[in-house]
């Protein structure tokens, strides 16, 4: 079973504007981790933010997590067309065996 | 070095019929993945090796499903008997040794299964 809900399902932007995906999860976690995907192929890493942290930044990406409400944000600023993808949130149980449980994705579509 | 490699990329085969799907991952990589992704759908988490321990199977969605991994080297995913609701891209992933706090996963670019 999935235990990430990401929202929005879909989004479109124009470019230069922010992107915010919203990922909420059920169980207790080690780590949260952000991947991207294009066209329904392999997933690329964008960032783990671990329980203990609140906000991580790498480049135009900024995460935020709150384990009191079970979820977490993946900020785009400035989003470029490049940017246009798949964008998925995957958990990490404590007791950590290294299985991910992925959430739906939201598709981001950045128009030019 | 190269990343994580599967093969084959596409793989259409008749309903009843067995495959086999590859999955090399990185080298040094002790950790081992498998994930199916449905069409428009999330992963779904298949099985996890890790070194020599016993690999966690709790995600085959039946016993038709079954993989192996020989020490810290390749994995083969098999589906014997396969079924149309088989049909989805099978995506491998590679991670080095587990640290406090987890460790990110590279993945392979999927081998996409049709069954007609």
């Known amino acids: 079973s999935q235990q990430g809900e990401e929202d929005p399902q879909a989004l479109s932007i124009q470019e230069g504007e922010n992107a915010t995906m919203n990922c909420s999860y059920k169980t207790s976690i080690n780590n949260l981790q952000w991947y991207r995907q294009n066209s329904g192929r392999g997933l690329v890493h964008l960032i783990l933010?671990?329980?203990?942290?609140r906000e991580k930044h790498s480049g135009r990406l900024r995460v935020t997590l709150d384990t009191s409400k079970k979820s977490s944000s993946l900020l785009i600023t400035a989003s470029r067309a490049a940017d246009t993808a798949s964008y998925f949130c995957?958990?990490?149980?404590?007791?950590?065996?290294?299985?991910?449980?992925f959430g739906q994705g939201t598709t981001l579509q950045v128009k030019p | 070095g190269a990343g994580v490699s599967q093969s084959p990329s596409n793989k259409v085969t008749e309903k009843g019929k067995d495959v086999e799907l590859r999955c090399d991952p990185i080298s040094g990589h002790t950790a081992l993945y498998w994930y199916r992704q449905r069409l428009g759908q999330g992963l779904e988490f298949l099985i996890y090796?890790?070194?020599?321990?016993?690999?966690?199977k709790s995600g085959l969605p039946s016993d038709r499903f079954s993989a192996e991994r020989t020490g810290e080297s390749v994995s083969t995913l098999t589906i014997q008997r396969t079924q149309q609701e088989d049909s989805a891209v099978y995506l491998c992933?590679?991670?080095?040794?587990?640290?406090?706090?987890?460790?990110?996963?590279?993945f392979g670019p999927g081998t996409r299964l049709t069954v007609t």
């Open positions: 090796f890790q070194g020599n321990s016993a690999p966690d």
């Open positions: 933010i671990r329980s203990n942290e």
């Open positions: 995957a958990t990490a149980s404590s007791g950590n065996t290294g299985k991910l449980i």
């Open positions: 992933a590679s991670s080095p040794a587990l640290g406090a706090g987890g460790r990110e996963q590279y």
